[in-house]
């Protein structure tokens, strides 16, 4: 089974890797509909498509190790933002 679990919604790809999830849940704390943790206390998706983009981009954002990534629909990346990149 891949550590990689994706997911295209609201036209953005996100990716959780499983292996670089430690369990803060800050996911699932800032959009408890949209990521769970499981009995292993890893996250993964639950209904991403029942969140808001800002609120989503914002829990995907809110892990502090990067275990989120997120894609625009152009294929940048924009989580974790690059930090010598200026974005608008």
């Not at 996100?14 to 943790?37: S, T, W």
């Given at each position: 089974?891949?550590?990689?679990?994706?997911?295209?919604?609201?036209?953005?790809?996100?990716?959780?890797?499983?292996?670089?999830?430690?369990?803060?849940?800050?996911?699932?704390?800032?959009?408890?509909?949209?990521?769970?943790?499981?009995?292993?206390?890893?996250?993964?998706?639950?209904?991403?498509?029942?969140?808001e983009r800002e609120r989503l981009l914002r829990a995907c954002?809110?892990?502090?190790?990067?275990?989120?990534?997120?894609?625009?629909?152009?294929?940048?990346?924009?989580?974790?933002?690059?930090?010598?990149?200026?974005?608008?």
């Open positions: 089974m891949s550590s990689l679990q994706e997911r295209i919604v609201h036209g953005l790809r996100i990716v959780i890797d499983r292996e670089l999830c430690v369990g803060f849940a800050d996911c699932a704390k800032e959009a408890p509909e949209g990521f769970k943790l499981d009995d292993a206390s890893v996250a993964g998706f639950l209904a991403p498509e029942a969140v954002d809110a892990c502090p190790v990067d275990a989120i990534t997120v894609w625009d629909e152009t294929g940048r990346q924009i989580v974790p933002a690059s930090p010598d990149r200026n974005v608008p």
